[in-house]
Structure formats: structure tokens, C-alpha cells
């Protein structure tokens, strides 16, 4: 295995050891109410890897056999970002997304999901309602 592919498994190891579904979606907390909150972060990490091996410098070292294995330098590394997003309401009635800070045109798209997923379900519902009674 060459040294930057030892670098660069070492890095994601640590990275998938610090980042899970958990930090995502946080765990649910049931309210007094009933209704089930859960937390709804956003996840964003970027990483890098590189490295060269170098030539030797002086004449001793150049005259050695030239199929011995050059130095290696190299490096990696990897910056998280975690930002709280908001909270997804659930009770009998509704779901809801409780979001908080700067919007843009795929949060606002992301809020409405639950919205529509609870309307849906009061279509079906009143359907279901009107067949009874007739």
C-alpha cells in the first residue's frame, strides 16, 4: 500500500467515526403534549489528501541503486461543519418543520414537505369520511 493511501483511509475512519445519522437527525423527544420532537441539523465536512516523493540530493545518494523506494511526504486533512437547522413537529394532527435561521429557495421547498405529507392525509381522510356517510 503506498503512504498516501494510508493517510487517506486514516482520515475517513476518523471522519466517519465523528459524523452519524445522529448528528443529523437527532434523537426524537416525546413532549408532554405527545407530540414527537426531533432535531434536524445540516451536515457539511470537506477533506484533502496529498503527498510526493521526493528525488535524492547528493551524489552518494544518487549513485545508490535506483530501485530503492524514494521519501515520502504527505498530509490530510478534513474540516466539519454542523449547523442546527431547525425541528420536525409530529403529533395527531400534523407534522410540521420548525425551522430557524436564513432560508433559501431549498429550505423553504424542504419546510413545505411536511405541510403537504399532512394535508395529504387529511385529503385521504375526509375521502374516507364522506364514503362512510353516504
Not at 449547523?83 to 425551522?99: A, C, H, Y
Request: proline share 4%; glycine share 8%.
Amino acid at each position: 500500500m503506498h503512504p498516501i493511501e494510508n493517510i487517506m483511509q486514516t482520515t475517513m475512519t476518523q471522519i466517519k467515526e465523528m459524523v452519524d445519522v445522529n448528528t443529523i437527525v437527532g434523537d426524537a423527544v416525546i413532549s408532554p403534549d405527545g407530540s414527537t420532537i426531533i432535531p434536524v441539523s445540516k451536515v457539511s465536512f470537506g477533506f484533502v489528501a496529498g503527498g510526493g516523493e521526493y528525488n535524492q540530493t547528493s551524489k552518494d545518494q544518487a549513485n545508490q541503486d535506483q530501485n530503492s523506494e524514494k521519501p515520502f511526504a504527505g498530509g490530510a486533512g478534513a474540516g466539519i461543519s454542523i449547523q442546527p437547522m431547525g425541528f420536525v413537529i409530529v403529533n395527531d394532527e400534523s407534522i410540521r418543520m420548525l425551522s430557524f435561521g436564513q432560508k433559501n429557495m431549498y429550505d423553504k421547498a424542504i419546510e413545505t414537505i411536511p405541510q403537504i405529507i399532512t394535508d395529504i392525509r387529511n385529503m385521504f381522510k375526509d375521502k374516507e369520511y364522506e364514503q362512510d356517510n353516504f
